[in-house]
């Protein structure tokens, strides 16, 4: 069990807001059964990423939190991924929160062959209008999700869970997002 760490927390609707971690342990079995699909398919949609992708899943820990309605947390100083204790019990929300933290993971480091999530952001916003002259950022955010509404960062995190877990059913945003991530 690990001492308390800090990170900022998503909430399923609303701002990221600072929280406590407490009581960090390893995921259950059945956590990690879940995910071995997912991280399969992450890897196979950025195959160079594979091996941070691994990492992380390797680092992927269960924790408490002080904030009652926050699912997960990505921690930038420990390189972690922490997610709500009990998620197990709706696997699905458990997956989506797992992909929406590892897109912070993957994005928090710039690296060569990919944009920062703010120039991946803007110049497929750029590519949206020329088809939907009408759409203003938000418009174009929130065709991923609500919470891709609240920052570029969020909705560069959206559209990675949204690119990952929906493949080509996925918004078109999404997909522009993920176009443009990568140069
Ligand atoms: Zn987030």
Sequence with gaps: MAKGSSGVGDIPSGASVRVNITNEQKPSSEIVKALTQYKIM??????????????????LVEGDFSKSNILGVYVPSLKKIV????????????????????????????????????????????EYRRSHPRATQQSFARSISSYAAT?????????????????????????????????
């Design 151 to 183: 920052a570029k960062s969020e909705a560069f995190a959206e559209a990675f869970r949204d690119f990952t877990m929906n493949g080509k059913n996925a918004s078109a945003a999404s997909k522009l997002i993920m176009k443009h991530w990568r140069r």
């Design 42 to 59: 992450a890897a196979e949609a950025f195959p160079e990423l594979k091996g941070q992708i691994y990492n992380e899943f390797n680092k």
């Design 83 to 126: 997610i709500r204790r009990g998620l197990a019990k709706n696997l699905a929300k458990m997956k989506g929160t797992v992909s929406h933290e590892l897109a912070h993971a993957l994005s928090i480091t710039p690296r060569n062959g990919f944009n920062s999530t703010t120039t991946a952001f803007k110049r497929a916003f750029a």
